[in-house]
Structures are given as C-alpha cells and as structure tokens.
C-alpha cells in the first residue's frame, strides 16, 4: 500500500514510538544468541526511524518499503544524518537482489499489513532466502487481543495547532483484521488553513500459533515469543507479541 501524504505526517505523530526499545530489542537477541555480524534488513522500514537508528549503532543497514512517499522521507532523514543506507521499493513479500543478511528485522507491527495468509508465507520465505544460516528473523505484530480490543470500534483524535487528526476504527471483512479510516487536519502557513487528507488503512493479525507455524514451515527454529518489549510468554492481554526466529541450515 502507498501511505501518501500520511508518510509525511509519520513521524510527528509517531514522535513518542519506543523506538529506542526495539533498537535495546534486537541488541540484546543478538548478544544473547551469540549473533557476531551487524548487516542488518529493515522490512518495511517507512520513514527510516530505526534504520537510522540501527547504522547510527554501528550496523549496516539495508531498507526495503512498498511505499515511494516513505522512502523519500528516510532517504532525506539519513543524508541528513550523514549516513548512507541503500533503500529500496519493494515489497516484503516479493524481495530481490538483496544478498544475504545476519539480521532481518520487521518491526513496528509493519507485517500486520500484508493482507493474506500467502503474503505472510511468502514474506517468511523470503526472509528466509535473505538471511545467512543461523541468522536471526525478528518481528512484532498485533496481538488479537489489540486489534478486537484495542482497535475495533474506537476512536482516537488529536487536536494540535500543526496537525489534528480523527482516527475510527472498525472491523475489517477477514477475522481478526481492522480499517482504520484517519481524517488529517494539517495547518498551511502560507494560506492561515487547514489541509484536510483521508486515508484508510488496514491491518491483520493471527494467532501466536498460526505465526509459528508459518514459520516452522518457511525453515525457521523459533526461539522465543515474547510480548509487550518483555521476556515474559504472551498472556491473553498482552497487546504486541514479539518473535525471535533463526534460520535453520538448507542442505
């Protein structure tokens, strides 16, 4: 999907995302599991948050995003930085040409935007395809507890002087999915109004076993699944649910 104008309003809405915690994440599996190299995959990586993040702590990062819009806006941020990370457009599902990897990160819940079953295996195998033997697959997904729960017939608003949204949320046509239609309010200085962009936007999660599964199947040895930045075993609330995986040898 292409986020539009909303890859340009990302980052001042996500200003309080515990980026910091998935960075503190994935150095303490690779300590843990005695992970040596630092060439580090970032699917989905949007506004290149944690890309950024991740080449400032010394790895080498590669990008991958579906969407243009948020690409332009990671490549900006990392030149700004001085850094100089490869992105690419791409979909996850579908990767090419990358070599191989130590690492592949999906964070941020970005997989719970693949809408079927097959683009959940497709990505799974093709991370696998990309990853050196006994590299280390890490994602994090909605619970769905959090998308019936957390999401589904909600609203959540934000009235600032800059940016003010409106965000419902309802129950999308697959089980245990959710469309978010968000209204954005952004402030023109030039014009003294406010521009009004609509989007709608859908995620879809599945059981901790289903995921497991998948994985399995793509060849991978799970680890540990963990919940909510805890190394504490998912309980029936816990709303982010986290997945260490390590690819098993083909041969």
Known sequence: MSYEQFAYLYDEL??????????????AKLQKYQVDGKNLLDLACGTGELSVRFAKEGFSVTGVDLSADMLAVAQAKAQEEGLSIPFFEQDMANL?????????????????????DDDVIHTFSSAYEHL?????????????????????????A????????????????????????LSFFVFDEQTGKYDRFDEVHFQRTYPVGQYSDWLENAGF???????????????HQSERIFFIARKKPSF
């Open 96 to 116: 090419e040409g990358h070599g191989e990897f130590d690492i592949i990160g999906i964070f941020c819940d970005s997989l719970n935007y693949l809408k079927s």
């Open 132 to 156: 050196k033997d006994e590299g280390l697959f890490l994602f994090d997904v909605h619970s769905v507890y959090k998308i019936s729960q957390g999401f589904i017939n909600q609203t959540f």
């Open 158 to 181: 934000l009235a600032d002087d800059d940016v003010s949204y409106i965000w419902n949320s309802f129950a999308g046509e697959e089980t245990n999915s959710v469309e978010h239609e």
């Open 14 to 27: 996500m200003q309080d995302a515990p980026y910091e915690e998935w960075v503190k994440f994935v150095k």
């Open 221 to 235: 040895e799970i680890l540990e699944i963990n919940a909510d930045f805890e190394d504490s075993e998912p309980k």
